[in-house]
């Protein structure tokens, strides 16, 4: 290979890396605006729902890097953890576990996708069924809870 095959091999590379960064920063600054209306939807909810926050490593390319894994703890219930995937998922921009604590083989997945018009949204996913997919938002998010704090899941 010569030099200039090399420095032009060497250019694409940093173009990808630069574009993967670039998605990274996409995926955590949407899961950042995800909890906080998260939070925003259930703030009337004080004493009833604790909200705590840590820091998880995802290591992914094209680097390692810290993402905000968020609890709800409910007063006298269960802890409903978001639990940040990554970036590198295929057909979406991003990927958050959604379970009970204790229970994460019942989990189901919130999607990062984007519309015609490139605004992004987050997709519920309870299964791989059509009918299983759902616009996440404060009424998804409700009745997901409802139906988990009604019918628990079998502990594996």
């Known amino acids: 290979m010569s030099l200039k095959e090399k420095l032009v091999e060497l250019a694409e590379n940093k173009k990808e890396d630069i574009e993967a960064k670039k998605a990274v920063d996409f995926w955590r600054n ?3 605006k995800l909890h906080n209306d998260i939070k925003t939807w ?15 490593i995802i290591d ?3 680097y390692p890097y810290e993402a905000d894994k968020l609890e709800l703890d409910i ?4 802890v409903v953890i978001l639990e ?12 958050t576990d959604l379970y009970l604590s204790g229970y ?6 919130l999607l990062l996708m984007k519309d015609d018009n490139d605004k992004a949204y987050w997709e519920l ?3 791989r069924k059509q009918e299983d997919r759902f616009i996440f938002n404060k009424e ?5 809870l409802e139906d988990w704090l009604e019918n628990p899941p079998d502990f594996i």
Do not use: H
Request: charged share 25%; with cysteine; proline share 6%.
């Open 104 to 109: 994460i083989a019942n989990k189901v997945m």
């Open 42 to 56: 259930f703030c009337g909810y004080d004493g009833y729902i604790k909200f705590d926050s840590t820091k998880k």
């Open 125 to 127: 996913r309870k299964s």
């Open 140 to 144: 998804v998010f409700e009745d997901l």
């Open 75 to 78: 007063k006298g219930g269960p």
């Open 30 to 32: 949407q899961a950042d």
């Open 60 to 62: 992914e390319y094209p």
């Open 84 to 95: 940040p995937v990554g970036s590198n998922i295929v057909g979406a921009w991003g990927r």
